[in-house]
């Protein structure tokens, strides 16, 4: 027999890689395509937030629907929020672009001529607050449409413009899709503002829908939005793969290459990714290399996870953990002694010697930074998976 290529290997570590095998995300890709089928039919539909941890597969599956997007006739806006970047600043060049080619389709849309001009509008009330780059009104070739999105709030003004926009792309016979990755990120105002203007193309069954994915502290939202938010869109919670789909994501690619895994090789990998997808293609990966023949075994498995485990601790773990001050990393350190999957944040000052609720602004700045969530009032958990063990490795 000879031995696994490396050239070969079908596993694919990273982040918002597409994996060989995308298993256990039928379910939802099916709710995906029957939304998109509604809007196109003029339903009004339930956008979709995914939720989960890091390297579960969000960018992934975002990805894949704007790939079913497009491949039925919708136009698409995708963007990735940024902890420094405005929600405004990331939508203005994308919206601009697909107004724009809405417009040359038709010589003739007085709905999309009223797109431009409302983005007009609203870049010139927003350019300075919200560092949108500037786009001259020669580029767009229209006058600003006063008094629409140009109130200067927020919550009013990107609602008018992404009315605009969904009715430019009706008036088109087509439909808009609006992705957003990292929505925890948004700042208050901006994600209600988003829940706004999404509210307002539900009301008036304009053909425009979101799916968007973020970490799961998008999930406490407070107040109006929230309410808003749970009638608008649904949160599917994105875990780790079963034992099953997380046996399928590893030896379909690997049949798919003519080789073979033995069944305590999988499980060994089961068990050591939790089932959780990046660590899957991480252990997918150097089982591969590690594989003396073309039928992976439980010892090729065993010599992989030494080097999966350096691989991860030095980016996927590391990059998260050089974004921290020290305190920061010992608010982590503190998390990762208590043990447990959750801990209290009174628990963890206590043991940094501190007096109950005297870290907030500490533990505020970890959850900005997205490195930790509150599962439950009070209590604290990592947003990335495994990651008490990357930190207790490094003592
Ligand atoms: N359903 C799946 N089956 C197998 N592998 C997957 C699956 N989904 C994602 N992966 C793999 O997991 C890794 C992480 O995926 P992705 O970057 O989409 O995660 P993420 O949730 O966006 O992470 P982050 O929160 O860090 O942005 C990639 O290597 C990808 O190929
Ligand atoms: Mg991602």
């Avoid at 997007?69 to 939508?91: C, Q, R, W, Y």
């Avoid at 399928?248 to 305590?264: H, N, S, Y």
């Avoid at 999988?266 to 990966?285: A, C, K, M, N, S």
């Avoid at 602004?361 to 509150?374: D, E, F, N, T, V």
Wanted: hydrophobic share 45%; charged share 25%.
């Amino acid at each position: 027999m000879q031995a696994v290529d490396p050239v070969n290997n079908p596993f694919a570590p990273g982040a918002g890689t597409f994996p060989p095998e995308l298993a256990g995300r039928d379910g939802l890709l099916s709710e995906v395509a029957v939304a998109l089928e509604r809007v196109k039919l003029g339903y009004a539909v339930r956008g979709q937030v995914f939720v989960g941890l890091r390297g579960v597969g969000k960018t992934v599956l975002l990805n894949k629907v704007e790939e079913m997007a497009l491949a039925s006739g919708f136009e698409t806006i995708s963007v990735e929020a940024h902890e420094d970047k405005s929600l405004p600043a990331m939508l203005v060049p994308s919206l601009r672009k697909l107004l724009l080619r809405l417009d040359a389709r038709a010589s003739l849309s007085d709905k999309t001529k009223m797109g431009l001009r409302v983005l007009r509008s609203f870049i010139g009330r927003f350019r300075a607050k919200f560092k949108v780059s500037d786009v001259g009104e020669i580029e767009l070739g229209v006058d600003p449409e006063v008094g629409v999105a140009d109130s200067g709030d927020l919550e009013s003004d990107l609602p008018d413009l992404l009315v605009a926009l969904a009715e430019a792309a009706k008036d088109r016979g087509t439909q808009v899709c609006l992705l957003i990755d990292e929505l925890q990120y948004l700042k208050r105002e901006e994600l209600s503002a988003l829940i706004m203007s999404l509210h307002r193309i539900s009301q008036k069954k304009l053909p425009m829908v979101m799916f968007a994915a973020g970490l799961p502290l998008i999930l406490g939202l407070a107040g109006r939005s929230k309410s808003y938010a749970e009638r608008l869109f649904a949160f599917p919670a994105l875990g780790p793969l079963s034992g099953q789909e997380a046996r399928k994501a590893i030896e379909v690619p690997v049949r798919a290459r003519g080789c073979t895994i033995l069944v305590k090789a999988l499980d060994e990998i089961v068990l050591r990714t939790q089932g959780y997808p990046y660590f899957l293609q991480q252990w997918g990966y150097e089982a591969w290399n590690a594989a003396a023949t073309t039928r992976i075994t439980l010892v090729d498995v065993m010599a992989a996870s030494q080097r999966a485990l350096k691989q991860l601790d030095e980016s996927f773990f590391r990059v998260r953990f050089d974004r921290l001050t020290p305190r920061e990393k010992e608010y982590l350190f503190a998390m990762a002694a208590l043990g447990g999957s959750q801990q209290r944040s009174g628990d963890i000052a206590e043991k940094l010697g501190f007096r109950a609720n005297s870290l907030g602004p500490l533990r505020s700045k970890l959850i900005a930074k997205g490195m930790i969530y509150s599962p439950a009032h009070g209590d604290n958990a990592f947003t990335v998976p495994l990651f008490e063990g990357f930190l207790k490795r490094q003592l």
